[in-house]
Nanobody, 121 residues
Framework: QVQLVESGGGLVQAGGSLRLSCAAS????????MGWYRQAPGKQHELVAT???????NYADSVKGRFTISRDNAKNTVYLQMSSLKPEDTDTYYC???????????????WGKGTLVTVSS
């Protein structure tokens, strides 16, 4: 009943910018934290950025100063603005959301299918 759909991935040259979006849809009471993970073959998954419902953010050291996470609560959407992209940023990016489903008494993380970001040299 709850679905997260990412968009905005693609190919970009090093130094360029890209904005990822992830929209939550379905039946739920509220969304708490939202964020982004990334993973590429041969690499460990990495928590890129998170944002709480109140707007508090956290970033991985590898992206601080280059990436900005934001959210539009009215649209149930989280964004990741990526600037000064590097080849090592090449990954599949997965959004997640900590959601309280409708008629539920507990919250859980939901995950999108991922969107591929490729940064060329």
């Amino acid at each position: 009943q709850v679905q997260l759909v990412e968009s905005g991935g693609g190919l970009v040259q090093a130094g360029g910018s890209l904005r990822l979006s992830c929209a939550a849809s379905g039946s739920f009471y509220s969304i708490n934290a939202m964020g982004w993970y990334r993973q590429a073959p041969g690499k460990q998954h990495e928590l890129v950025a998170t944002i709480t419902s109140g707007g508090s953010t956290n970033y991985a050291d590898s992206v601080k100063g280059r990436f900005t996470i934001s959210r539009d609560n009215a649209k149930n959407t989280v964004y990741l603005q990526m600037s000064s992209l590097k080849p090592e940023d090449t990954d599949t990016y997965y959004c997640y959301a900590d959601i309280v489903p409708r008629f539920a008494w507990v919250h859980r993380d939901y995950w999108g299918k991922g969107t591929l970001v490729t940064v060329s040299s």
